[in-house]
């Protein structure tokens, strides 16, 4: 079984400033781990995806997110946050080979402010 | 077009109602899914097709009837629904299951309220 738990449902920061979501899972074999986005009256977006290999993933819009084991976490950074940034952000999680059973957080809404 | 195609983009339904949210994925994929995403709750998977044949169905009520004719378009029936069922319902698609674990690619949703 697995789970994922986002610490935060809302977080804000300055146009510039370095964005950090938060992301823990819980899961009983190997996960493929991934971020999502969903912006007003639309659906959600692949912003990365971690299956194996290399533990730094590079997303789209300038995203990335690091896979630590030893922590269970896939948090996701942006090192200069831009007004389009504000949106909605789930992770999730699956194991491999199931991408039915893809378990989601809550979200986390990033708001940027002037 | 490209991509997932979700119809209405918004619908007001009485309990008594039966209406139909329909879904068309134009990536060539084989498998398709129906969520259900509330506020401040996880999005909750529904029904996975794959090949168009139901593979899972996450203990939904009977009152949501899916129906997928074919890989390319996924229909979600309703009837006798409850206010509690007003929600966003997101369509995903995807190829394959297995070790490719191809991510999902979603629609846009339908908003859905019941009256």
């Known amino acids: 079984a697995q789970s994922v738990t986002q610490l935060g449902s809302h977080v804000s920061v300055s146009e510039g400033a370095l964005v950090l979501l938060r992301c823990n899972y819980s899961?009983?074999?190997?996960?493929?781990l991934f971020w999502y986005v969903q912006y007003p009256n639309q659906g959600l977006q692949l912003l990365l995806k971690?299956?194996?290999?290399?533990?730094l993933v590079k997303g789209i819009n300038g995203f990335e997110a690091e896979f630590k084991k030893s922590e269970t976490s896939f948090h996701l950074t942006k090192p200069s946050a831009h007004m389009s940034d504000a949106a909605e952000y789930f992770c999730?999680?699956?194991?491999?080979?199931?991408?039915?059973?893809?378990?989601f957080g809550t979200g986390t809404r990033l708001q940027v402010t002037l | 077009e490209t991509g997932v195609t979700q119809t209405p983009r918004h619908l007001v339904m009485g309990m008594t109602n039966k209406k139909s949210l329909k879904c068309e994925q134009h990536?060539?994929?084989?498998?398709m899914y129906w969520y259900k995403q509330s506020a401040k709750k996880p999005l909750e998977l529904m029904f996975v097709?794959?090949?168009?044949?139901?593979?899972e169905n996450n203990s939904v009520p009977s009152r949501f009837s899916p129906e997928c004719p074919n890989s390319s378009h996924l229909f979600l029936h309703l009837h006798t629904l409850q206010p509690e069922d007003s929600a966003l319902y997101l369509c995903?698609?995807?190829?394959?299951?297995?070790?490719?674990?191809?991510?999902?690619?979603f629609g846009n949703g339908t908003r859905l309220t019941v009256t």
């Open positions: 995903a698609s995807s190829q394959g299951g297995g070790i490719n674990n191809s991510p999902l690619h």
């Open positions: 899961s009983s074999v190997p996960p493929y």
């Open positions: 971690y299956t194996t290999g290399a533990t």
């Open positions: 999730a999680v699956s194991a491999p080979g199931t991408a039915s059973k893809l378990t």
């Open positions: 990536l060539g994929h084989n498998a």
């Open positions: 097709y794959s090949l168009e044949e139901r593979v």
